[in-house]
């Protein structure tokens, strides 16, 4: 059986050892060091944000932005429904409501137009809207201009999920600096990683200083353990951090890789009936992170689980876009606006090997298989 090929593979070498290395000999094991605060200083430099605090994963940063805006018991956060679970997970965490919205057929990202709806909606109703929480879906910005003005009118922060789109745009400012606050990943799978991590970002000089209080176990500025708040313990250690930077400096070198995969798996299906690469018609400014490609069953004549089920007896990773949240079995019943476009996706879109590390013979051996398939069909 050949190597197995991989969406997303971290995509690390001498450079990202070096550094993990060095930063080991440098005594700094512990949670916390130089190479945490210099990681948060390149980081909201590279996004444009006046303050960054590294975390232990995307989730904890969404979790931390959500206790920060004060979100709790009682109120509803509306978010997208198509997202991976995470997203919704941290709104529960706080013991919130997540409210779903669907999303735009073209993007998949956040109908800024439902958001009206349902805000609208939910202040009728009298309910407390403390967030709204939306999803650059697979390294697409949010429609930002939209849904900000949108959130502004009714008086609610945003807390943007980045955790896909670093180095992403959207109107010539980058992902990440949305909103009250913005989170990114470092998970292995991300367009960069440090294995395991995430980051806060913000504007917001208190929001920031909270955010790193509630990480650190929520520990008064005395010499003796005081706490009046309940803390966790989310901070990124300085042996990531040091990941990390090396990851940071090579960013734009991955990116570029993984649009020139796009580029490729676009020239590949340019030509198929009934198949087109998901939002490719608007691609100049998302980060590429993830490609996948929408069929449409009737014209292609096969659909996207055929092609997933070749691709694995070749030994290559495929699958299908995030099942909406509002569809999982743990979220039956909750509420949400739903027009049947993210389950569309859902069922018609399949995701294919998009990572950096991606070698030139691996990506080659995938569209040999995909071109052997559309040959037989
Ligand atoms: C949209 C989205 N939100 C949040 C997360 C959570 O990030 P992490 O895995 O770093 O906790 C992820 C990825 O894992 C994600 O894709």
């Known amino acids: 059986m050949k190597d197995r090929i991989f ?5 690390v070498g001498q450079l990202e050892e070096d550094a993990v290395v060095a930063a080991m000999r440098s005594g700094w094991i512990a949670p916390l060091g130089p190479d945490v605060d210099a990681f948060e200083r390149e980081l909201a430099a590279r996004v444009g944000v006046g303050h960054a605090v590294a975390l232990s994963s995307g989730t904890a940063a969404l979790h931390l932005g959500l206790l920060t ?3 709790g018991p009682g109120d509803v956060v509306l ?3 198509m997202t991976f679970a995470a997203t919704a997970n941290a709104i529960v965490y ?3 409501e997540p409210f779903f919205i669907d999303a735009l057929p073209r993007t998949g990202n956040m ?3 439902l958001l009206r709806q349902a805000l609208t909606l939910l202040r009728e ?6 967030c709204v929480l939306p999803v650059d879906l697979l390294g697409k910005a949010v429609d930002y201009t939209g849904i900000l003005a949108i959130a502004g009118e009714f008086g609610v922060p945003v807390l943007a999920d980045a955790a896909e789109s670093l180095g992403a745009t959207h109107m010539g400012r980058a992902a990440g600096s949305f909103g009250q606050a ?3 990943s470092f998970n292995g799978n991300k367009i960069m990683t440090t294995s395991g991590g995430g980051m806060l970002l913000t504007d917001d000089e208190t929001f920031a200083h909270h955010v790193r209080y509630l990480a650190t176990q929520a520990r008064q500025p005395v010499l003796h353990y005081e706490h009046t708040d309940i803390g966790y313990n989310y901070r990124m250690s300085n042996l990531l951090a040091a990941l990390g ?9 991955m990116i570029e890789r993984r649009r020139a995969l796009r580029d490729e798996y676009k020239d590949l299906f340019a030509e198929v009936e009934g198949v087109e690469v998901f939002g490719a018609d608007d691609d100049r400014y998302d980060n590429a992170w993830l490609t996948s490609i929408v069929v449409d069953e009737a014209k292609a004549g096969w659909a996207p689980r055929q092609l997933a089920e070749k691709l694995a007896l070749a030994n290559i990773e495929s699958r299908p876009l995030w099942k909406p949240m509002h569809l999982q079995p743990v979220f039956a019943g909750a509420r949400g606006l739903i027009t049947g476009a993210s389950e569309r996706l859902f069922k018609t879109a399949l995701t294919l090997p998009s990572g950096s590390a991606l070698t030139s013979d691996q990506h080659e051996r995938v569209v040999r298989t995909i071109s052997g398939f559309l040959g037989v069909n």
């Open 7 to 11: 969406m997303s593979s971290p995509d």
């Open 69 to 71: 805006l004060g979100v």
């Open 79 to 81: 978010t997208s429904t």
């Open 94 to 96: 706080t013991g919130a």
């Open 111 to 113: 109908s800024p137009a």
């Open 125 to 130: 109703a009298g309910q407390s809207i403390a």
């Open 182 to 184: 913005s989170i990114v």
């Open 245 to 253: 930077r090396a990851q940071l400096s090579r960013l734009d070198e």
